[in-house]
């Protein structure tokens, strides 16, 4: 509603009204659409009390943020706003938050919510507030010293022996152990490899992952800027697909499996649905393996963290198709007590390796075997 349409509407009445008080209506009803639209009649944004944390996050910070965030990575963020953020700051006027607020709400969250989400939770509110003052809303930034609470839950580490990861491979059917095989071998996000098509593979040593699926929808792109490229498969790994295009084209039409066919389909010949697999199979597979749980995360720490002794984190950081190394260092790569102590000998080993050669140093002369001594002397 423009400032024209509002005067019109109030000259409607102005036969009824005195002239004071058509100029008092006015004001009133241009105040209102203003709390009520966030812009006011003149084109200026209004910048009191009225404006809350609800109206900015969804009129201000929400159209800057989408076009920087995916279709999909914007319906999470979102959600988790609302959920951490918004459902307790939703009414509460942009000056009367203050830094103990934030800093206890989110010492609260920490009490039930996951450490990476405490620490998004974190970096949002500082994202938002930044906007505040960038904006002109606030004069000075309440999120500065937001601290990230030291009651953090630890973070999931678990990792699969050789051991389990054998038997998972032995406890499961025809599908699910080539399945799995290949996720363990080539360490794939389950969006890429339920996105896999009989195309996608060159029948010789080659995987090409061009597409990704989430929450339903078939995506041209991955999570990085390289999760889109080839893989390569061992001989025997190679040989295992070859195998099973024969035999799913046993129950093909004509005998023939089509190109656009994806490799792992559901019941319907789509894509399977990442949760529906969880609950299906790998939930089930944990209580026999007797583990905690079972997932696709767990899966790829446990391949980055038992290839330590296979090859340098760079090299691990290609294979999970990280855009960072730190990402594969930090996040999934776990020490091995077994790892940490075959180090440690092996320090010893060579630390203990100088005593074989003082016996030899004890048969040079004098000079020679205290050079440096000699050294400090000609100083």
Known sequence: MGIVAVDRVIEAFAHVLGEGDWAEARDALRMEVTKQTGQNLGGRVLKDSSTTFGWFVRNRYFPLREGDWRPETAKVKKIQIEQDLLAKFEQYPLDSIDRFMLQTHINNLADRLSQDRVKQARSYLKSIFGEMVDQDFLVKDPTRKLKAPRNLRPKDKQVLTWEQLWLALERTTRRDRLLLMLDMTEALRPSELFALRWRSFD????????????????????????????????????????????????????GVVSRDAFIFPNSRGGFMDTGNYRNRVLNPLAERLEIPKLNFQILRRTMATQAQSMGSVKDIQAHLRHAKADTTANEYMQELPESVKRMVGEVYAMLTKGGESQESLQHLPQKAANSSEGLAVSI
Do not use: C, M
């Open 203 to 254: 029948d010789v040593d080659t995987l090409s992952i061009t597409e990704t699926v989430y929450r339903g929808e078939i995506r041209p792109f991955g999570k990085t800027d390289g999760s889109l490229t080839d893989v390569h498969l061992p001989p025997g790994l190679a040989e295992e697909l070859r195998l099973w295009e024969q035999e799913t084209a046993k129950t093909s039409p004509n």
